[in-house]
């Protein structure tokens, strides 16, 4: 006769933690789609900086020399220095502007990321480095995307706020002696965007109807806070299937022989987020660019962007 087995005790126990981790799980994705509703911008961005592959800084650190080569003239010894949109910090020379800078803020709408970057430098340039979470645009990137939503209307009792500019008050912690606004412009709204499923036709028609002067508006508060701000941008973007009229290597070889002016110019031939371009909102603003400089950004294998820094 078949002996059988009693597994109660075994099975009970496993099946009850299932059933707690699949609890917990549904529980932690109720709290993500509600913080979604609420905080679009910094869910998608946070999301976005979670998803940061091992070997990015090693594959930026070309990226990270040529920023730096572009700082280092506009960086005081002692300057006090708020970096924008520093995320996960994996793009900047972050251990050398300490070293020369007496304070450094970074300053991110997402500062878990933020406080990543600062735990990778030595002792004595962390102590200088301190991070504050902050939403450049004060809700006004959340406002844009969950009025782009098709019940739009619903979500008014959730959000409490009106798709309009921020108001153009310095960063906290302002005056500094030098602001970088590093490669956040084009991710104030598209990302959020994407994640909520706003579809293609209504994303465009909010980018052009929003962005331009949301990017004015966050420039504004930039060029309040210093009288030296560096904005780095990413104007235009090549992979696989995202295929551009003018290529990176052209673009490039136009700024080392004709100057960036004339790079920029061919660039603007390619599709980009033009709408957020902070060297229009700068030209809006009455504000002429002191000094430029583009590069490579291999941002992943395969994909490349085209970054430019400008300094006003």
């Known amino acids: 006769m078949p002996r059988t087995i009693d597994r109660s005790h075994v099975d009970g126990p496993k099946n009850a933690d299932i059933e707690r981790f699949s609890a917990h799980r549904q529980r932690a994705e109720r709290e993500l ?12 961005n946070a999301s976005r900086n979670a998803q940061a592959g091992w070997d990015r800084r090693r594959r930026w650190a070309a990226a990270r020399g040529a ?3 572009f700082l280092a003239p506009a960086l005081d010894d002692g300057a006090r220095v708020a970096i924008v949109g520093a995320g996960n910090g994996d793009d900047l020379p972050l251990r050398r502007i300490a070293r020369r800078a007496s304070e450094v803020a970074l300053i991110d709408i997402d500062p878990r990321a933020a406080e990543g970057a600062r735990r990778r430098l030595g002792r004595a340039e962390r102590r200088k480095v301190e991070v504050i979470g902050h939403d450049v645009t ?23 706020r009106r798709h309009s500019p921020p108001p153009c008050d310095p960063l906290p912690g302002a005056p500094y002696d030098l602001v970088v606004g590093d ?16 579809d293609a036709d209504r994303r465009e028609a909010t980018l052009a109807a929003h962005g331009p002067s949301l990017t004015q508006a966050v420039l504004a508060r930039l060029h309040a806070s210093a009288p030296r701000v560096v904005h780095v941008h990413d104007p235009l973007a090549w992979w696989d299937g995202h295929e551009q009229p003018v290529a990176l290597a052209d673009i490039l070889a136009a700024a080392a022989s004709d100057g960036p ?19 229009a909102a700068l030209a809006n603003l009455g504000i002429s660019p002191a000094a430029t400089t583009l590069w490579r950004w291999p941002f992943a294998a395969g994909v490349d962007y085209l970054a430019c820094a400008t300094l006003a």
Do not use: C, K, N
Request: charged fraction near 20%; charge should be negative.
């Open 261 to 279: 002016a004339a790079a920029l110019a061919l660039a603007a031939r390619g599709g980009g987020p033009h709408e957020s371009d902070p060297r």
């Open 138 to 160: 004060r809700g006004g990137a959340d406002a844009v995307v969950l009025a782009a939503l098709p019940e739009a209307a619903d979500l008014h009792h959730l959000t409490g």
């Open 67 to 69: 920023l730096w080569d």
């Open 183 to 198: 490669l956040f412009y084009s991710q104030l709204l598209y990302p959020a965007l994407v994640d909520l499923g706003v």
């Open 33 to 44: 789609e509600r913080l979604r509703m609420r905080a679009p911008s910094r869910v998608a």
